[in-house]
T-cell receptor, first 113, second 116 residues
């Protein structure tokens, strides 16, 4: 079956512009996660959606970052007024529920010039 | 607070040699533990997980890990490393936050290089 998909695969933007990153989770998965992975770094948790519960936004680094999940499926991560330090690979994962195996998408590589 | 420590940032082994990657966690309750692998240019893939039961867990690609509660460890092992095992390995522990939501806490990863 289809895995987690993310788009775009690569994004180059200018400092100060807004970007939107999309994640399509595996059908039926109620939990969805966004992570950021900077060069040579581990995974930095950003935000977690579980069903209809309020999302866990504790990992968002600033108010320039936001995410939504429409209809319990597709999610969009938005970064406003991008900065060079936002350059990283943004990974999305989904799972059946919060403690089960997370399946990762291929990531979106963001470069802010 | 929950945390995961992978003490070795980088390890190099020879092909055919045995491998052990260390992982220590800090968590008040019984942990749910995971090992993921990220190969160059590839996405993250689950190697194995421990939820309960037998403390020695078998995974894919010939990997195994042993949960040792007394040492707060979940070390990953492989008896004979293959060149294709060169990758980044991440240990993670499942945590429940104040809102009763569940997420994974990740280590910083161990980069494995394999010499021919």
């Amino acid at each position: 079956g289809a895995g987690v998909s993310q788009s775009p695969s690569n994004k180059v933007t200018e400092k100060g512009k807004d970007v939107e990153l999309r994640c399509d989770p595996i059908s039926g998965h109620t939990a969805l996660y966004w992570y950021r992975q900077s060069l040579g770094q581990g995974l930095e948790f950003l935000i977690y959606f579980q069903g209809n519960s309020a999302p866990d936004k504790s990992g968002l680094p600033s108010d320039r970052f936001s995410a939504e999940r429409t209809g319990g499926s597709v999610s969009t991560l938005t970064i406003q007024r991008t900065q060079q330090e936002d350059s990283a690979v943004y990974l999305c994962a989904s799972s059946l529920e919060g403690l089960s195996t997370q399946y990762f998408g291929p990531g979106t590589r963001l470069l802010v010039l | 607070a929950q945390s995961v420590t992978q003490p070795d940032i980088h390890i190099t082994v020879s092909e055919g040699a045995s491998l052990e990657l260390r992982c220590n966690y800090s968590y008040g309750a019984t942990p749910y533990l995971f090992w993921y692998v990220q190969s160059p240019g590839q996405g993250l893939q689950l190697l194995l997980k421990y939820f309960s039961g037998d403390t020695l867990v078998q995974g894919i690609k010939g990997f195994e890990a042993e949960f040792k509660r007394s040492q707060s460890s979940f070390n990953l092992r492989k008896p004979s490393v293959h060149w294709s095992d060169a990758a980044e390995y991440f240990c993670a522990v499942a945590a429940i936050n104040a809102g009763n939501n569940r997420k994974l806490i990740w280590g910083l990863g161990t980069s494995l290089a394999v010499n021919p």
